[in-house]
């Protein structure tokens, strides 16, 4: 299915011209890869250490702090400067604010919280909060044109991906991946248990920093390469646990990676040559995600 729609995405439409349809729509199609490779293994690792299917790496405020970062450079640079300046350094930059204050928070409240996950997820929730409001207190002091150009930065855009971004990300995707890939047999462990994983000889506060680390890698990297896309891991997790009824992290890794892409490159090519829909995929994914998870809620309280 994932070869059928690409390669309908790749030729609907082309009018003859093939070669410049190929470069275009390609280019989207290797950052819908990259992100739903990034969102899928990063949430099912991270809702396999917090054991809750309804959380997402988005609860560590990666998502606000992007914003924030957006916020103060078109604040303080200008949004004509900043879209000028579309370079590989501050692609890179936007990549190691978001991950050395992910690192700096992780290592400080961690050792804080003495291996309490918890307890670092609801700092997380708190930082991201005052992330939120710092952003909206400084969007309303700017100027009213630079604000609109700041919205294009502040919603998930597939369309004006660099393609030296795309190298770059793929690089730091692939690895954070492979990291998370290896200690899939942990992870199947953890899903036993804390104290099972202690006694089967897992130091669970090292595993628990070394794989948020890789969360934070992979969810930074793909929000700095498109922006922030809050529900799609989501989406893809839950529906890749009702399909594949399995523990192994390495299969549910890959079919929810499968599931992410099809419905990114089916979506955009639904919105975009089928329905000629003015709006991007990213707020069609927002909103059905809402949808989601409100109907995940609903569900799961039945049940109880």
Known sequence: MCALFSTLYLTYNTYGNFAFAFALRGKKILAFILVALATSVSTISFQTLTRNQFLTPGILGLDNFYILIQTLLFFFIGGVTMLSQESIWMFLANILLMSLFSVLFLLYFMEKATGNLFLLL????????????????????????????????????????????LLVSAVI?????????????????????????????????????????????????????VGPTIFLGFIVATISYRLFYTYRHQQLFLGSFLIGVLLLISGQFLVEQVFQWKTTISVV????????????????RKQT
């Open 122 to 165: 609801m700092v997380g929730m708190v930082a991201g909060t005052l992330f939120s409001s710092l952003s909206t207190f400084l969007q309303v002091l700017m100027d009213p044109n630079e604000y609109d150009l700041l919205q294009g930065r502040l919603f998930a855009s597939f369309g004006n991906v660099n393609h030296q971004h």
């Open 173 to 225: 995707i692939l690895l954070a991946t492979f990291h998370l890939w290896r200690v899939a047999p942990e992870l199947n462990i953890l899903l036993l248990g804390i104290d099972p994983a202690k006694n089967l000889g897992i130091n669970i506060h090292l595993f628990q920093k070394k794989t948020l680390f890789s969360i934070v890698i992979l969810t930074g990297t793909a929000t700095a390469l």
């Open 285 to 300: 994914i927002q909103f059905s995600g809402g949808i989601f998870f409100v109907g995940k809620i609903i569900a799961e």
